[in-house]
């Protein structure tokens, strides 16, 4: 069945449309408001459409206006206007765009298409047409939005998958056991990726939400497969059939994988709540490819276990079941889990000390996320090997450093009674402003009622200054209003980018209420606990806060940039703690729920509580592990990408999997729970009567599995079942 639905989604993908181009809007923000109105207003100027600076930098000592090297210039911008997708070029010595001690200019390039859509050939063009003007010994470098290039992926990709099966291959100690979680994950991720791409064009999913719901499908695909065979093994071990150790595994395991799916749909469906809608999309096509990831691991893998239901069994199980003829291990297998028993009996030994340790090391390490800046840096947090740095620092340095990124200003003067007057008032008290080196002549439409020129800040896009700046003009537009009776708002790249961080910033909030209330609710209907679920809450949103801190002291301080690849700190990318902070928290809720279900199996089968916890640590402590060993290495990979965005994603992820997985659930949770004893347990009698019995601890399972056992080893009849 599996099988047919992959055939299905591959026919249903090369039979549709082509994958839409990424369509960023933010409603609700005044710079998307004022894009939308200069879209309406100037029919046609394409907004989006792309653009390259092409900086001209004239030898040490040299001018640019010189007789050959302007004769260099010229003869290169003619040959960037015949570009096949070029719409306009501007002449630098008649449009201005010669800085003021003549050593550089610079003309920019206008596309005819969105800058996703300009190809390489027309990048190519810009790069001979540089070669014209570096022949006459002029230094040219090229940037903006039409020098974007996707990244390609390959090799960061397979050694994390390299280094995951190798971690599999040491956790389960057989090639066939380690590959079966790679197997079924891949096809998963297939199945939910040709479905979303063939769905993408009808409801508008970019190649970006592909890209998110494949790394989220592969990492809980293995993550699930994993925790479902390697329960199936210890059943076995203890003497079950195939069919029963399945069963028994499906009951347990896929029960814990179901719940800790819906905290992963839970995570990424909560990104709605920011209110941006490529976010929005980005989280749904994750949760299809979570949903699916389920699926396979509650059928799939129980079905390809099927087929091979001793090779997936460790060499020592497999030795033993031999010796005695029995259907598995028996009790002649090697007890699993004394490293993870050890661990237990250290913490049970020393809980408040431990629970001390891990709490002020997180605490120290989040202290720094307090200076947590958000902000979309640009070319300048490129490597300076790339041309568009390069251009950047040329551009900052001969033309101001704000100039890499100026302010929009779009005036609807309909309601002004003479709207050119109107328009220079405006622009005239703008440029008195502090903060504000130039502006630009106004440019009207057809129509005479809409304005747009621009604003060149004193200081760079990213710096604090410049958001103070957007703030001050927008200040103004009452009493602006007052005097001409014509509105302005403030857009353009910075402005954007400025807006979309405030809004981020003031929807971190709302979306971790929302998302950690539902999953706590969710945990206590799992664990039926009130204690352990709030637990759970309250320590992810420390490792999350330690990650924040961990990321602000590398990319914004600079703390082993070197190392890392960070050539410039800067602001961190808007997007990153939201993505970061929606991705762990459903990791870490499978993490929680796989080591504590095992915990309530053993004090709901009568254990006592350190009984308990340390039988939960025995039997789940080594896949925990090697889980968040396998996310790391998926993660780590991305570091070494040249794309900052990618570079921050890649680091936060590794870092919060590593605080959560090893500080809070190995060592924060076992101390509490310790120290709880029974009162972890503890839930008001109207509510256990209120909640449904959802037994993902198998209890009703396990009531006949020692029956089952006795009768498979001959120590009671099997007509007694």
Partial sequence: MWLAVLAGAIFAELTAASVPDDDFSVPGIESQTALDLMQRRFPGITADAGEAMVVFVAPAGQQVTSAPYKAAIESAVQQLAHGGQVAMVDDPFEAGAVSGDATAAYTSVRYTVKASAVTEHSRAEIDAAAGVARKAGLTVEAGGSAMEVGSGGGVAEIIAVALAALILLITFGSLLAAGLPLLTALIGVAVSMMSILAVSHALGLSAT???????????????????????????RARGLSAIDAVSLAVGTAG??????????????????????????????????????????????????????????????????????????????????????????????????????????ALAALAVPATALQLGMPGDEARPTSTTQRRAYDALAKAFGPGFNGPLMIVVDAKDAAEPQQAVDSIAGKMARTDGVASTSPAQFNDVGDT???????????????????????????????ADTGARFQVTGTTAVNIDLATKLQDSLVPYLATVVGLAVLLLLLVFRSVLIPVKAALGFLLSALAALGAMVLVFQKGFAADLLGVEQTGPIMSAVPIFMIGIVFGLAMDYQ??????????????????????????????????????????????????DTFIKMIGFSLAAAVLLDAFVVRMAIVPAVMALLGHRAWWLPRWLDKTLPRVDTEGASLNRDAPDRLEAEQGLMPAHTR
């Fill in 255 to 360: 029960s814990a994988v179901a719940f800790a799916g819906l905290t992963v749909v839970i995570a990424l469906g909560g990104m709605a709540v920011i209110g941006i809608p490529m976010l929005t999309k980005m989280g749904l096509a994750a949760v299809a490819a979570v949903v699916v990831a389920v699926l396979v691991a509650l059928t799939l893998v129980p079905a390809v276990l099927g087929f091979m239901p001793d090779k997936v069994l460790s060499r020592n199980v497999r030795r033993t079941r031999t010796r005695t003829g029995t259907s598995a291990g028996g009790t002649g297998a090697k007890t699993p889990g004394r490293g993870g028993a050890r661990w237990a009996r250290l913490v049970l030994r020393h809980p408040i000390a431990i629970l001390m340790l891990g709490v002020v």
């Fill in 593 to 642: 729920v796989f080591l504590v279900s095992r915990m309530r199996e053993a004090y709901v089968q009568g254990e006592q509580p350190h009984e308990a916890i340390e039988t939960g640590f025995r039997h789940s402590a080594r896949v925990v592990v090697a889980a968040a060993l396998i996310m790391m290495a998926v993660f780590a990979g991305f570091i070494t990408e040249h």
């Fill in 451 to 481: 304005a747009i020129f621009q604003i060149v800040p004193t200081t760079s896009p990213t710096a604090e200054a410049t958001k103070d700046l957007v703030r001050e003009l927008r200040t103004k537009r009452a009493a602006l209003i």
């Fill in 209 to 235: 939400s592909g890209t998110m719901a494949m790394m989220l499908g592969l990492a809980v695909g293995i993550d699930y497969a994993l925790f479902v065979v390697s329960r199936y093994r210890e059943e």
